[in-house]
Nanobody, 125 residues
Framework: QVQLVESGGGSVQAGGSLRLSCTASRATYSVNCMAWFRRAPGKGREGVAAISTRPSSTYYADSVMGRFTISRDNAENTVYLQMNSLKPEDTSIYYC??????????????????WGQGTQVTVSS
């Protein structure tokens, strides 16, 4: 089991940027798929982005394509989500998830072994 701790959330105006970090309690080279999800008030959980090491792949939701970038630093046991051109509809609690299997095309609906506690992102218009 991996403990995940998110950070980097906050409040920003529309058009601004934030970078979220998710640090794992053990080496992420043993964790294949790491992903970001979000949940807005009154809405269901939405997959935002995912990254696999084996094979090396990244995945994005259509709603964030071209604005968000997911990356990972295995030396730091951390996965990042760089969020640019933020919109009010990006306001959510963002959660990090991890699994030992590859993300795959169904990364946004497949089960994950480990979840973080979440970090709030608020975008004002």
């Amino acid at each position: 089991q991996v403990q995940l701790v998110e950070s980097g959330g906050g409040s920003v105006q529309a058009g601004g940027s934030l970078r979220l970090s998710c640090t794992a309690s053990r080496a992420t080279y043993s964790v294949n798929c790491m992903a970001w999800f979000r949940r807005a008030p009154g809405k269901g959980r939405e997959g935002v982005a995912a990254i696999s090491t084996r094979p090396s792949s990244t995945y994005y939701a259509d709603s964030v394509m071209g604005r968000f970038t997911i990356s990972r630093d295995n030396a730091e046991n951390t996965v990042y989500l760089q969020m640019n051109s933020l919109k009010p509809e990006d306001t959510s609690i963002y959660y990090c998830a991890a699994d030992s299997y590859s993300c795959g095309g169904t990364w946004y609906v497949r089960p994950y072994n480990d979840w973080g506690q979440g970090t709030q992102v608020t975008v004002s218009s």
